[in-house]
Every structure is written in C-alpha cells, then in structure tokens.
C-alpha cells in the first residue's frame, strides 16, 4: 500500500535517544461520506439503500428509511433521510391501509465517544418529520414510529476506532526506532482520541499521545566518501525495488489515473532528494532531504484523502488514520529531535550508516 512505501521512507530517517514525555495532539478528520457509508453498511442494507426499520411481518404496517444524506449543522451531524410509512390491517386476506406518509425524516446527533474513547455513537438530540412540501408533520402514530424504531436504531450506528488507533499505531511502529522498545511501547500505548467535534464538513477527533521532551539538536553528521556512497546505492537498490511495487499497488486503489504518476514522481524525487542529502551542502542553502518530505507530505495528503473517499465502508479510514499518524511524526520532530526524528540530510547521513553496517553484517 502507498502508506507502507512513504512510512519505509519515512523510516529510513529514525534513529533512537532516551526521553520523558509530553502530551501532544494532532488533529484527525473524518469527511461525512465516510459516516454515510458506515451507516449504509451497519443498517441500510436493502435494495437501494434502504432500511425497513419496522413492519409486521404481513406487509400491511411498516416504517423505511431511505436515500440517508449526512452533513454538519451548528456542531451536530444532521441525517437526512426519506421515509415511507403505512398503517394497515389484515382483512380477509388482504391489507386494509389505514394510514399511508412518505416525506423526510430529519435527525440531529451529536457525535459521542464512549468512556474508552475508543467507539463513535451518534445518540439522536432531536427528530422531526416533514411532508414533501417541507411542512412539519405531527401525526401521532408516526411520530410514535420514529420514537420507538427510527430513533434507537439511528442513534446505535456506531464506529469502532480501536481498528483506527491499530492502524496509527503500525504506521507509527514503522517511524518509531526500534533501539528503544520499551519508550516507544509507552508512546503507542498511549494514543487515545478525544475532543471530538461536528464540523460542516467533516468530524474532527483529537488524537493524543505522549511524546518524549525537548532535548538539544544532535551534532551534525558528515557527508558520504565515495565507498559509503557506493554501498548505500547497493542498499538503496532493494528499497527502490520496494517502493516502486508499493506504487503499483497504491494505483489499483483508486479510480485517478494521475495517482500514479504522482507516487512516481515521488519516487523520483526521493532519489534525487537522497543522493543530495548524502553529499557535501551549502551551508546557506535549503536542505535537500527536508524539503523533499516537506513537498511531498504537501503533494501527498490530498490525494490521499481523495482515496479514502472512494474506499467501500470503513476502509477509507486506513488513508485518515495513516495522515494522523505521519502527522504525530511530524510533530514529534518538532520537538527538536527528541526521539532521534531528524528529518533531514544529517539524520539521513545517520540512519543510512546504520543500515549499511547492518547490511554488511548479513
């Protein structure tokens, strides 16, 4: 997957110290399309989208809904949804329709974490019925309908995020060195979500974690002789191998046909970007690792969302929660390389050296 190839070269940057720790947030997004599909596939499992929420079991009396729409309004997510309901009796056989509505059925939740913090609900605030001219409809047994079989089942939709937080935490293990097991055990263990907010065009959920403290910046590393440049083109051989099948495969997961070209281009680019870094610098000039995942992060994370979009069910969450966790990367970089995050030519110099020492102790 695309994810696995950038968070490989992300890897290659990472190298490990001893810290304590902060707690940091990052900022996680999920587009309302990707709740309507949750909700399509948890309860509007008919024909069309449909949900039959209610009959009995002679066809004569039932409640639908139908054709769900999902945005924000004022801090709460509004459902729309059409509705058919009939009121009917069974009489010599056939049904007697008593009473027969089809309208909109309008339903404010507001998004709740439970006490773990790890499971999305959607309890009903408010629901309100409107005939097809927009005019609101009290109508007893209707309104009883919605209350007793619309409301509950609505309301327990829900989303599981302990398989998001699983996700951050592989593309994290990926990131995170592995000198220090125990540390980076802690930080994983405590990534928890929180501060979750409706928005007008998505839902907004913090997600925190312990970071370790500021520490000073690490001593510059010196540039490549030319037999270290040697063997790090022989080790840098099988990540290209890699990332170019990784490419391959991210392109079969969306419909854009620009989306492989853009993951080339990438590659190219990090090749460039690397042979760069691992050379003699300008003082003065931008470092060349540095900007190239700064660029790319940039390049990257809309067409990443657009994935997401198009992914059936929940399974656009892997692209959202996989932007999060390069995102808690990133700001654990910030930090000043606490944990041995150096994203640049020096921290490339570092982690490169290692990687070919290992290498030729295969």
């Known amino acids: 997957m695309s994810k696995k190839s950038l968070a490989a070269l992300l890897g290659l940057l990472l190298f490990a110290q001893n810290s304590s720790a902060n707690r940091i947030s990052v900022p996680l997004q999920i587009d309302y399309s990707l709740i309507k599909k949750v909700l399509v596939s948890q309860l509007y499992t008919g024909k069309d ?72 609900s959607f309890p009903i605030i408010s629901a309100t019925a409107y005939d097809p001219a927009g005019r609101h409809l009290t109508i007893d047994k209707l309104q009883d309908l919605i209350k007793r079989f619309a409301e509950p089942k609505l309301g327990a939709v829900k989303i599981d995020l302990n398989e998001s937080r699983n ?23 405590s990534v928890k ?43 840098w051989q099988q990540w290209d191998t890699f990332l170019s099948s990784a490419i391959e495969q991210a392109a079969a997961d969306t419909q854009s046909p620009a989306l492989r070209d853009t993951l080339m281009q990438i590659l190219a680019d990090s090749r460039a970007a690397f042979e760069a870094g691992l050379k003699e610098q300008d003082a003065g000039g931008a470092d060349p690792v540095r900007v190239f995942f700064t660029d790319t992060w940039v390049r990257l994370t809309p067409t990443l969302k657009t994935i997401a979009k198009e992914q059936p069910g929940i399974q656009g969450l892997r692209y959202i929660t996989f932007i999060a966790a390069t995102d808690v990367m990133y700001e654990l970089e910030k930090l000043g390389a606490p944990f041995g995050l150096d994203i640049s030519s020096d921290g490339l110099r570092r982690v490169a050296r290692v990687l070919i020492a290992k290498q030729q102790q295969k």
Do not use: M
């Open 167 to 189: 996700h951050i935490e592989e593309s994290l293990a990926h990131f995170l060195p592995k000198d220090n097991a125990a540390e980076v055990k802690d930080i994983l263990k």
């Open 49 to 120: 989208q449909t949900a039959e929420l209610w009959n009995d079991r002679h066809s004569c009396s039932y409640l639908r809904l139908s054709k769900p729409d999902v945005s924000g309004n004022n801090g709460l997510v509004k459902l729309l949804n059409q509705v058919q309901a009939q009121f009917g009796t069974r009489l010599g056989g056939q049904c007697l329709t008593v009473l027969e509505w089809a309208g909109t059925l309008e339903t404010l939740q507001q998004p709740t974490l439970d006490a773990e913090h790890s499971v999305l």
């Open 193 to 235: 979500f929180g501060n979750i907010t409706a928005k007008d065009n998505n839902i907004g959920i913090s997600l925190n974690f312990n970071a370790p403290a500021k520490r000073a910046a690490l001593k510059p590393a010196p540039a490549f002789n030319e037999t270290e440049q040697a063997q790090w083109q022989a080790a």
